[in-house]
RNA sequence: GGGGACGUGGCGGAACCGGUAGACGCAGCGGACUUAAAAUCCGUUGGCCACAAGGCCGUGAGGGUUCGAGUCCCUCCGUCCCCACCA
């Protein structure tokens, strides 16, 4: 029988599945639905083995859930709007969509190399106006909703992209792909208004019970729902005052001044009438020009010689100070310092020598001797220096403020979010359009439908920073819609965020006039199984979740959470190496030897000795990339895909090893070659032979089955390999065996199909693997003939006992005390207890 | 500074509900086949003691709960991730 070779097999089943159209999703089907769906990529250029990752998982659950008896949608679309395209344009003068659409050439061809069922015939891309277009439509929805809005405000500034970041994409003070410092910058901007659904979203994380508890607690943390109290500290000396807000209003007795933010409105006036403001607000403004600046920045005010009164006892007077650690974007701007019980306060007043007043006395302490010293105090306690509040706990004289407070008319109880408003302008060319035009009569207008979409020009110039859609000598120019009158259309585009918080929607129907198809979204969703990156806990997913709850306020879909299942994949790594020089090497130059438990590593051609770094997330700059394409012509993909699923559990990083691929090309080569031999019929032991072999096939198909549904599919894998290794050994013939067989090649198939198939075809099964029933675990024959119990004494094992699976507590009791070996080992003791655990262990206590 | 996760052989990891720790793979060691190598197949592989039978130790460290703890609780150490002047 001749060797598998992957390269002739594979493309062949390919092509034989695209011809039988077996992964088209149905429309009508009577069977349940179920859609899974992976993260889709952005069309850079080439797949990677993270994609290959990413995409060898969706495939497993849609092969899976398809022999399970589901009407499967598994698409595959393009989030193709973006820099790099911009970049491409600026660099080699090329279109991005041009740029745009090779790439997705290129890539649809190397998704189609990795054997996934997919139903191509919903492809799609955001970039073009078929998409595009209907996102317009739906983006003057929310417009008409009050949902997407205009407003002048703090922004963040990427001073390399030259364009505005979401608050998102700003990590660590920086732009998330350029890596820039952000400076902040005041423009009017168009935002989505999320904070309307800040509690809704929060509130749903709760009904989300197969996303992992990390991205629920991030997404909870990142919405930052704070309760507390909005107070006002009215002027000494004219009339008016500052509203602050405070979580601790039990302090309000411990306050030694007001502060509000530079950018506070009360802080510009006091800036123009007191020259020593002025100067610190133009000085905040300057130097903090970047948040990379302003994390750094050592806490500094000035004191504006403004008084406030103490809203609760008026005989208190407190001073008001501009002070660069206050946000202007968080709760008002302003807020009342106390020192002795927050930590930045308690810098603060050291530094300018404000008092230091405890009003939060810590269990055991004595209220004469308590002090503050470099730390402040943030525990429970008891209230006192507080007048009414005296003697009070904290959570008790929280309440006590509020409704104090409450009742003079001086503030209310308020909860407040860190989540801000979506800014989703972006000074871009490659993007979707924001749908508006500026008149100078009418304002802003929305393009009535009819004129939809509105596409982007040909031939815009990227060979200069900035906008090119601003600097186009045509294209804005046009007239409103309202009035007939001359108009500039709107030159910024939507954030790609946009395009990827509603394409799940879309693929319901990608054909559909009207941006989504009802009906057909009331079928799919919400997506059952959804995958991608961690990386995404904050930005898209959340995006996509708030959309969603617009789109159901519209009546569009009908549900409001889009993803009810999600996994978060860990990524791909391979270990680094380097020459003395510091150089990085490609793996394909390198030979790695072993030395006992120790290895080595040197140059394939000059055998110079090299660094062995630690396994990194495969990055061109240090050069430990392996491509997909280059080891499916090593391996085959099965392999590949076999592997990058089999070693890791599928939520953490993979390390990508040549020995391990290798190891999964074995197992493949090991499958087949039991379904291209010939079994003979062995004489004798017929009967017990047979069921052997029926057992481990039962058990296998429950574990793979139990293993592919938990997401353990390195599990799975291990399974499958001890499956395999038993099947060879075992010398039953018959039907026990092609039992065996056919079981193995569908338990296979998700993990390895054009092997499968070709297992398939060789047993002489009708049709293809991947229209075949997933194979059904008899629990009868899977069953032990009897159980080996450990028994232990004292928690040690000292010795076992067969006993019949389900056998009572009594017939294990008596087979202990019958056993010779168990009796010679309680010999001088006493046997004060048993304890049977059925089916499983025993264990004699002594004393 | 706040929040969270994780620490198991030489390596990746398994043990899903508290019930034989180390499945499966990799690497290693020994052997078969071969003129030889590769491939393949078989055996072996946590540590220590022992000729052996067997014994003792062992899931980051220390304590606790339990007949029984990798798993639950407390303290500590280490690593990683998220957020971060959020009042």
Redesign the pocket.
């Known amino acids: 029988m001749a060797l598998y070779n992957p390269k002739e097999v594979e493309p062949r089943w390919r092509a034989a599945w695209a011809e039988a159209g077996v992964f088209r999703a149905q429309t009508g089907s009577d069977k349940p639905k179920y859609y899974v769906l992976e993260m889709f990529p952005y069309p850079s250029g080439h797949l990677h083995v993270g994609h290959a990752r990413n995409y060898a998982m969706g495939d497993v659950v849609a092969r899976f859930k398809r022999a399970r008896g589901f009407n499967v949608l598994h698409p595959m679309g393009w989030d193709a709007f973006g820099l790099p395209a911009e970049n491409a344009a600026a660099e080699r003068g090329v279109e991005p969509a041009a740029w745009t659409h090779a790439n997705i050439d290129t890539m649809r061809e190397e998704l189609g190399r990795l054997g996934l069922s997919i139903d191509w015939s919903r492809e799609f891309a955001t970039c073009d106006a078929d998409y595009y277009g209907p996102q317009q439509a739906l983006f003057l929805k929310l417009m008409e909703r009050g949902l997407a809005y205009r407003k002048e405000g703090l922004v963040n500034w990427d001073p390399v992209d030259m364009t505005v970041l979401a608050?998102e994409q700003v990590?660590?003070g920086r732009g998330w792909r350029s890596d820039a410092p952000v400076e902040r910058r005041k423009l009017t901007q168009w935002f989505l208004r999320i904070t309307d659904y800040a509690d809704d979203l929060l509130a749903g994380l709760e009904g989300l019970d197969r996303w992992p508890?990390?991205v629920k607690?991030?997404q909870e943390?990142?919405i930052?729902r704070?309760t507390?109290l909005r107070l006002t500290f009215a002027f000494a000396s004219e009339s008016g005052g500052v509203e602050v807000?405070?979580?601790?209003p039990d302090t309000l007795f411990g306050a030694s001044f007001v502060a509000v933010?530079p950018y506070h409105p009360l802080a510009e006036r006091l800036a123009a009438e007191n020259p020593a403001a002025g100067a610190f607000v133009a000085e905040c403004r300057r130097g903090g020009a970047s948040q990379v600046d302003?994390?750094a920045?050592?806490?500094l005010g000035v004191d504006t010689g403004l008084k406030v009164v103490h809203p609760f006892d008026s005989s208190i007077e407190l001073p008001v100070w501009i002070a660069?650690?206050?946000?202007?974007d968080?709760?008002t701007?302003a807020?009342f310092g106390c020192p002795a019980h927050?930590?930045?306060d308690l810098d603060f007043a050291r530094k300018y020598d404000l008092p230091v007043k405890p009003v939060v006395l810590p269990p055991g302490e004595d209220a004469a001797l308590f002090h503050v010293k470099q730390d402040a105090y943030i525990g429970p306690g008891r209230i006192y220096n507080s007048g009414f509040m005296d003697g009070l706990d904290v959570e008790a004289a929280k309440a006590a403020a509020v409704a104090r407070a409450q009742a003079a008319g001086q503030g209310q109880g308020a909860t407040?979010y860190?989540l801000r408003d979506w800014g989703v302008s972006r000074q871009r060319g490659w993007g979707c359009p924001i749908p508006v035009v500026h008149c100078p009569a009418c304002g802003v207008v929305g393009v009535p439908p009819d004129d939809l979409p509105v596409r982007l020009p040909e031939g815009l110039d990227f060979s200069r920073p900035g906008n090119p859609l601003a600097r186009h000598p045509t294209w804005k120019y046009t007239v409103c819609s309202d009035c007939g009158g001359p108009a500039e259309r709107e030159t910024d585009t939507l954030d790609t965020f946009v395009d990827s918080s509603w394409y799940f929607a879309r693929f319901a129907n990608p054909a559909a006039a009207e941006p989504i198809d009802r009906a057909a979204a009331d079928y799919w969703l919400p997506v059952d199984q959804y995958i991608g990156g961690?990386e995404h806990?904050?930005l898209h997913l959340l995006y996509a979740r708030f959309i969603t709850r617009a789109l159901k306020g519209e009546g569009l879909v009908g549900v409001v959470e889009p993803f009810a299942g999600l996994f978060t994949q860990g990524m791909v790594t391979h270990e680094t190496y380097r020459r003395q020089n510091g150089e990085w090497i490609d793996p394909a130059g390198v030979e790695v030897h072993?030395e006992?438990?120790a290895?080595r590593a040197v140059d394939a051609v000059t055998g110079e000795a090299l660094i062995i770094g630690d396994s990194e997330k495969m990055s061109k700059s240090k050069r430990n990339v392996v491509a997909p394409a280059q080891i499916a012509d090593a391996y085959g993909i099965d392999a590949a895909r076999l592997f990058v699923l089999?070693?890791?559990?599928p939520d953490?990083?993979?390390?990508w090893?040549s020995?391990?691929v290798?190891?999964a090309s074995?197992l493949i080569?090991?499958v087949w070659s039991e379904f291209a031999a010939e079994v003979e019929e062995r004489d004798g032991n017929e009967e017990a032979v047979a069921a052997d072999l029926r057992r481990v096939t039962h058990r296998a198909i429950l574990?793979v089955t139990?293993?592919v549904e938990?997401f353990?599919f390195?599990?799975a894998?291990?399974r499958l390999?001890?499956f395999v290794?038993a099947l060879?050994?075992s010398p039953a013939a018959g039907a026990a065996r092609h039992e065996a067989r056919s079981a193995l090649a569908r338990l296979i198939a998700p993990f390895a199909p054009h092997l499968a198939e070709e297992c398939w075809r060789r047993l002489g099964e009708d049709g293809m693997v991947a229209q075949a029933p997933w194979p059904v675990h008899d629990p009868a024959l899977a069953r032990d003939e009897e159980k080996?119990l450990?028994v232990?004494i004292?928690?040690?094992?000292?010795g076992e006992v067969r006993a019949p699976p389900g056998a009572s507590e009594a017939q294990v009791r008596q087979l202990v005390l019958d056993d010779p070996e168990i009796a010679r080992r309680l010999e001088g003791l006493t046997l004060r207890?048993m304890?049977v655990?059925q089916d499983?262990?025993v264990?004699l206590?002594t004393g």
């Not at 660069?324 to 202007?328: A, D, G, Q, V, W």
């Not at 089999?646 to 559990?649: K, V, Y």
């Not at 953490?652 to 390390?655: G, L, S």
Request: charged share 30%; net charge positive; hydrophobic share 30%.
């Open positions: 608050n990590i660590d508890a990390k607690l991030m943390n990142w930052g704070s507390g807000y405070t979580t601790r933010s302003i994390e920045a050592e806490k660069n650690f206050i946000l202007m968080y709760g701007g807020i927050d930590q930045r407040v860190r961690i806990a904050v072993a006992g438990t290895r089999s070693d890791s559990p953490r990083d993979v390390q090893t020995a391990g290798e190891g074995r080569n090991r574990a139990e293993a938990g353990r390195n599990s894998v291990a390999y001890e290794s060879k050994t080996i450990p232990q004292d928690g040690r094992r000292r207890k304890i655990v499983r262990i264990n206590v």
